[in-house]
């Protein structure tokens, strides 16, 4: 008799060959696999990047362009190996962790990987259009201007997404980022709930804060408020620092002094986009998510001046797919079995929760919601990882809806 355990594997087997027998022959699907896989060539062979090449706090770099469009397997600059699945695959079975040599990880690796790659590939239209959107605007024409982004790693994809297609999607247009800054750390250990690290100091292994700006002026800066290494380049208590700002400032905001690329104390948001994080159980998230309505996005919609205030806009908190009762991973109670990741769930109770205190339009301007509950395949999988996804995947489609919301 097959184990609870080896069902929930094949179950999700089974599911990731159902998923893709129907479209992984589409002559468009086809097309846009190819060019993609075409564009990165032979990059899944390079070893590791060293971490001499990391950018230092103050530097700004500028990225080159790569041919073709969309990125893959830390073909962009700005992306972390630990949700590039497909670095992952190329790179794992010869790494000293616990996937390496286990076959049935690594299958169902491969069927995330493969599920995100063309899942990210169904909807490049639409990411493309919305980057198309940012590449025809003139720089006297934008409005907002600076955007702050805050919450943990599940926020930090969608900013790497954002960076990362920003830089491949369009090739006829070039390269949309006109400078960034990621201040690599030298040394990046990933979490025991997300496996060892492959790349462990240096580009592409982990940052706190990082900022961009696109060739329209856009201006986005990326400060944890959780999942960070370091105190000096993230902000745990942001909110309490934020609710100050709009007491001390007549209703305005600023950016603080975490930010990877340092920001004039006078410096105005015009967006700020916030999520509270994974890492707090439900009641405190609550607590907080309270706190940033009472504290802030509804002081800051009372402002008179639409041209004058920040707007707001929260995230979902993204689904968790372990296999509980809830999808929610539970600590030390959990078994093996328990760490599998599921294709779907019933709810996402974390999302719920938000959707049940935001309310657009009269205590935030924008909720953007994940709507991922069928997405579970998705996830990174290694090392027992089914909070974040593969990238490129899912935070890559929300990420082009949040930047519809951002150049409005």
Known sequence: MPTRY??????????????????YFDPKTVELRQNVHARVGDHSTMPPPSPSSSLSSSSLSSSTSLPGYGYINLSCPYEMSKYSCA???????????????????????????????????????AIQSTFR??????REQRRPRRVFFTGDSLMRQLFIAI???AMSSLPRWGDLIEYAAFPWKDEWKCGPNSGPCLIMGGRHSGFDSASIMLSNDLEIHFVPHMGYVDDDTAENGVLERLRRDIVDRDGRITFG?????????????????YNVGIHYKLERARTNINHFINWISRPLMTEDDEQRRTRTIYVTTPTQHYNTNDGQWQGGSMGKVNKVCIDSVHANPRAELEKSLLKPGYNVDVLLDYDDLNLGIMHVQRGNDCTHYCMPGVPDVVAARLMKELLI
Do not use: E
């Not at 002094?257 to 986009?273: E, F, G, I, R, Y």
């Open 6 to 23: 080896q069902i929930a594997i094949y179950g999700s087997l089974v599911a990731a060959i159902l998923l893709f027998r129907f479209n």
């Open 87 to 125: 670095y992952m695959m190329t790179h794992s079975a010869s790494a000293d962790d616990d996937d390496g040599g286990d076959d049935t990880s690594r299958a169902m690796m491969y069927a995330a990987l493969d599920a995100s790659t063309d899942y990210y590939l169904g909807n490049i239209d």
């Open 133 to 138: 959107i940012a590449a025809n605007q003139r």
């Open 163 to 165: 960076a990362c297609n």
């Open 257 to 273: 002094t975490k930010t990877a690329v340092p920001m004039s104390p006078h410096a105005h948001v015009d967006v700020l986009v």
